[in-house]
């Protein structure tokens, strides 16, 4: 997707990671203070940084919290355009805030950054969520829980008028959006919900169990509340459908790319690489059984006993066991891991949603790096030819390698390089490419194993056709022909096409999908992006070979990557040939 510069080039190779002292500059200075106030407007962000000050807070989520970043961010810009670099830290520095601050306004400009209702990224979600990376080990800390389930209701309330607002700007929540999000709230309400199983805790501290119990209650009650309002208030002048538009589809993807992409050529190209994708299935399903087409060579790894896991500890111990593994093998040979970097926990999410994320680790690694899997209620049995390449993913050489890198170089990055920036192009991109990679390295030659890998794949680049197709309103392309599933080859995609063809896709359980499916519709932008940064991060490697010639080594090249922290792939790009 990008230019190949041949020029050969030289590179001086890395000091050991963590050992570099570079000091401060303006540029530092303007960027960790751009940081500072963005963590007191996000105090959610300040917890998942580790940073004192804010356990109890919550973002403004109404509009005086958009208008407040917004004017953050013009300040912030005026003072980038007028900043000269020191060094080429200082530049990727100014390149990676100007893009971001660029984007960001222009989303403002066009009220994208209005309050969302969505079934996993709104403040439905997120207002809960941020509960769980909360530390408990004290008794402080259990206060600090419920002083901020205390301010749950608050923050709902200005979400609501969040909603208002954006109702007002012709900018109103999608009617399927509104279902599941006030489904959702009513199951964080409910007596089997987050909040009783927090309030019900044997691990809390008797003196503050009374002082849980209360706020849970009130947050509870805030979260039924907020059920009621979508459904009453919200839902009668609901959009019917959730496509976005080519124009406004154009930001979103950049916003999450951190780099401007045509969406068309982004269509046609993934049409392609599904074609490519599904005859590389076949042949790994020659391997796994002679004759058998994919989904049946899928079937019979299913219905494997030594790959079946029963239950959600198994599948905790399991992926435990797999990423100590991983961790152990690629430190010191393939990727640079200093020691704090290698604690990583993987636990199961008390909800039941079907997400699976990470949570990285506080900035000076008391808090370890966290992989979490929500496992659905009617869900029991999990297959590991599936979800080895979702541990890679999630952990290392995954998200974890990535994030902690950054966090780790605090003798070059400033804070907001470190902590302060994440595009999802870049970061889950990396996770993606990184599960091609380990797949180059070995660790997917089992046949079953490289299938699962291939299905994430196959997922990640169908759910790039749906979601540029269905919100630009593009046709569906005759060329897939079987592999459409029932979507409709020449109309404009509707939801249901794009339900058709990812099922006949994508091997999930329907209760999965469904949350898939309606992620994509609900959040724009946000699930091509890792596919599509996949192929940029493949696309800067290429460009590093083609510059270095016989000089390229793979595992600086990664390290260099890494270091820059969580840049805009236009960012990455430029970085990478400084």
Not at 245 to 264: M, V
Not at 392 to 414: D, F, K, R, S
Not at 416 to 434: D, F, N, T
Request: glycine residues 6%.
């Amino acid at each position: 997707m990008t230019h190949i510069d041949s020029t050969p080039q030289s590179r001086e190779p890395l000091a050991p990671l963590g050992t570099t002292h570079r000091s401060a500059t303006a540029v530092d200075t303007l960027a960790e203070t751009y940081f500072d106030h963005c963590m007191a407007l996000d105090p959610s962000a300040a917890t998942l940084n580790g940073i004192p000050g804010h356990e109890t807070d919550y973002p403004d989520y109404g509009p005086a919290g958009r208008a407040a970043a917004a004017e953050l961010a013009r300040t912030t810009l005026e003072l980038v355009e007028r900043a000269e670099p020191q060094d080429d830290v200082d530049r990727v520095t100014l390149h990676a805030l100007r893009d971001e601050l660029r984007l960001q306004l222009d989303r403002h400009e066009a009220n994208l950054d209005v309050s969302v209702v969505s079934n996993i990224a709104s403040p439905v979600q997120e207002i809960r969520q941020i509960l769980d990376a909360m530390p408990r080990d004290t008794e402080q800390e259990w206060k600090y829980i419920a002083g901020r389930m205390a301010n749950i209701p608050a923050a709902l309330e200005q979400y609501l008028e969040g909603l208002r607002e954006a109702v007002e700007l012709d900018r109103p929540p999608s009617a399927p959006q509104i279902v599941e999000a006030s489904q959702q709230a009513e199951q964080y309400a409910s007596d089997e919900g987050s909040f009783a199983v927090l309030t019900n805790d044997p691990t809390a501290p008797e003196g503050v169990r009374e002082e849980l119990r209360r706020a849970a209650d009130a947050a509870r009650e805030a979260y039924r509340a907020v059920a009621r309002a979508l459904r009453e208030e919200f839902a009668p002048g609901a959009r019917e459908s959730d496509a976005c538009g080519i124009d406004d589809y154009r930001l979103h993807l950049a916003s999450f790319l951190g780099a401007r992409l045509d969406p068309r050529e982004v269509y046609d190209w993934a049409v392609q690489q599904l074609l490519e994708l599904d005859a590389e299935q076949r042949r790994v399903a020659e391997q796994i059984q002679p004759g058998a087409s994919v989904p049946e060579a899928m079937a019979a790894l299913t219905a494997d006993p030594a790959r079946q896991l029963h239950s959600p500890e198994e599948l905790q111990a399991w992926m435990q066991r797999l990423s100590d593994a991983a961790l152990d093998t690629l430190a010191d040979t393939h990727f640079e891991i200093t020691e704090p970097m290698r604690e990583l926990e993987c636990r199961i999410a008390p909800t039941h949603d079907g997400v699976i994320y990470y949570t990285p680790p506080s900035g000076d690694f008391t808090r370890p790096g966290r992989m979490w899997w929500s496992v659905p209620e009617n869900v029991s049995q999990h297959a590991t030819w599936e979800e080895t390449t979702t541990v890679y993913h999630e952990g290392v050489p995954g998200h974890h390698l990535q994030i902690a890198t950054a966090l780790a170089n605090a003798g070059e990055l400033n804070r907001w390089r470190r902590m302060g920036i994440w595009v999802s192009g870049h970061g889950e991109g990396w996770a993606l490419y990184a599960e091609r990679l380990m797949a180059e390295l070995g660790f997917l030659d089992d046949p079953g194993d490289r299938m699962g890998m291939l299905d994430s794949q196959r997922l990640r680049t169908v759910r790039v056709i749906f979601d540029v197709g269905f919100h630009c309103g593009f046709e569906i392309p005759e060329v897939l022909g079987d592999l459409l599933g029932g979507a409709r080859a020449g109309e404009t995609w509707t939801s249901d096409d794009g339900w058709a063809f990812l099922r006949h896709n994508v091997v999930m359980a329907d209760s999965v999908l469904r949350f898939e499916w309606l992620r994509y519709m609900g959040w724009p932008g946000q699930a091509p992006s890792y596919r599509i940064g996949q192929q940029m991060w493949l696309d800067a490697r290429q460009q590093a070979m083609a510059r270095e010639g016989a000089d390229f080594d793979l595992r600086q090249f990664h390290a260099r990557a890494l270091r820059l922290g969580s840049v805009g792939l236009d960012t990455l790009s430029y970085a990478l040939a400084l």
